[in-house]
């Protein structure tokens, strides 16, 4: 099983609509969650932290299930701006590499 | 608060050939981060440090890479000699600790030929 997962896609959804990504990881220790959004030729910019008991920013709700290892990501009526590659990334803490996800495209069609 | 820098933004060199990649972390920011990233991939750390230490660099082609960061501040990551498939995008980023939000530099883009 890989380390960190996610669906690549392409996610096409209509302006206005509810997307959710999921992200799967491996280790059950891992202490620490993001979600990162990354455009076309750009460095990988944060988008939000993950926290325990969930957490909202926005349009932006992220979630995180321990008992089955995985992180969501939930946009709700989403814009043309939300165009992007949507990166999870995992950190197991101590002296254990982070990992990032292969990243989950989407795409917002007028 | 000034971001991470990287330089040079793009480079083009043949294949057998040297290059190195700087990076300035943002201010007070104890860890930083090397990652490569192929075109259509997410990034794949290659070095990690805390300070001037080394914390993980289990995916780094140590016959050919290097990394420093000597004084706990800028960096440096070397390839000697470069190969084709080391055409990638080198994202440099940093976080005030580890396990914290990292910022990342803009990245330079290298092309082997």
């Known amino acids: 099983r890989k380390e960190v997962e996610q669906d690549p896609g392409p996610f096409n959804v209509p302006e206005g609509a509810t997307v959710a990504f999921n992200c799967t990881y491996s280790?059950?220790?891992?202490?620490?969650f993001f979600w990162y959004r990354q455009d076309c030729r750009k460095e990988p910019k944060l988008l939000m932290s993950v926290y325990s008991s969930g957490n909202e920013d926005g349009r932006f709700t992220a979630q995180l299930n321990r008992a089955s290892q995985y992180i969501s990501l939930l946009i709700r009526d989403s814009k043309l701006s939300d165009s992007a590659t949507y990166l999870c990334?995992?950190?197991?803490?101590?002296?254990?590499?982070?990992?990032f996800g292969t990243g989950t495209k989407l795409q917002v069609i007028p | 608060e000034a971001g991470v820098a990287q330089s040079p933004r793009y480079k083009i060199i043949e294949k057998r050939q040297s290059v190195a990649f700087w990076c300035n972390p943002i201010s007070g920011h104890a860890t930083l981060y090397w990652y490569q990233q192929i075109l259509g991939q997410g990034p794949k750390l290659l070095i990690q440090f805390q300070n001037n230490g080394v914390v993980d660099d289990s995916q780094l082609p140590k016959d050919r890479f290097s990394a420093e960061r000597l004084k706990g501040v800028d960096s440096t990551l070397k390839i000697q000699p470069a190969k084709l498939e080391d055409s990638a995008v080198y994202l440099c980023a940093s976080s005030l600790e580890r396990g914290q939000p990292q910022h990342f530099g803009d990245g330079t883009r290298l092309s082997i030929l």
């Open positions: 990334v995992v950190n197991p803490g101590g002296y254990q590499k982070v990992t």
């Open positions: 280790n059950s220790a891992s202490q620490s």
